[in-house]
T-cell receptor
């Protein structure tokens, strides 16, 4: 079976740091993506991890532990525009099907 | 094209009618996905096309749903005898090739409302 879990909602303060967790159980693993989706818009790519460790890209970083089936997205120096849904997605083996979690809605308050 | 194009952007239909949703992927992209997103929910996988391979239809919720991709480019998602629970945003995404390392590029979606 396939299961991707993320918290439903999170709230954080402008300028702070927030960590959004994702755990997964999938039939094979071929990489994990994070996408950002603002309300009413299409998802846009943030990061990709296939090996264990931390990938840093500006204010955003993504971590992966394959043995634990765990990833997190770290957002630093939060800005109001970071208020959005953050979707964790896993690519399984074989058909390279990309499966998404339900997403985490992040609210950034002043 | 420059990006993934979907049409119509909005469709309101009556229960029992058939609808067709169109996706025009980025030129040269061989992989194409359809997802469904209900209000406030995540993306539900529907179907995946990769080149000339047989599509992965494992996410289609019922036999009322079908999709085709002609000439390896444009795709059409057809929903027959629509039901109210089919109301959602239908998102199409394309990827440069079948390798897992490529990001998905999404269209703006087709919002379907079944009355």
């Amino acid at each position: 079976g396939q299961n991707i879990d993320q918290p439903t909602e999170m709230t954080a303060t402008e300028g702070a740091i927030v960590q959004i967790n994702c755990t997964y159980q999938t039939s094979g693993f071929n990489g994990l993506f994070w996408y950002q989706q603002h309300a009413g818009e299409a998802p846009t790519f943030l990061s990709y991890n296939v090996l264990d460790g931390l990938e840093e890209k500006g204010r955003f970083s993504s971590f992966l532990s394959r043995s634990k089936g765990y990833s997190y997205l770290l957002l630093k120096e939060l800005q109001m525009k970071d208020s959005a849904s953050y979707l964790c997605a896993v690519v399984n083996t074989g058909g390279f099907k990309t499966i998404f979690g339900a997403g985490t809605r992040l609210f950034v308050k002043a | 094209g420059a990006g993934v194009s979907q049409s119509p952007s909005n469709k309101v239909t009556e229960k029992g009618k058939d609808v067709e949703l169109r996706c025009d992927p980025i030129s040269g992209h061989t992989a194409l996905y359809w997802y469904r997103q209900s209000l406030g929910q995540g993306l539900e996988f529907l179907i995946y096309f990769q080149g000339n391979s047989a599509p992965d239809k494992s996410g289609l919720p019922s036999d009322r749903f079908s999709a085709e991709r002609t000439g390896g480019s444009v795709s059409t998602l057809t929903i027959q005898r629509t039901q109210q629970e089919d109301s959602a945003v239908y998102l199409c995404a394309s990827r440069k090739d079948g390798r897992n390392t490529g990001e998905l590029f999404f269209g703006e979606g087709s919002r379907l409302t079944v009355l």
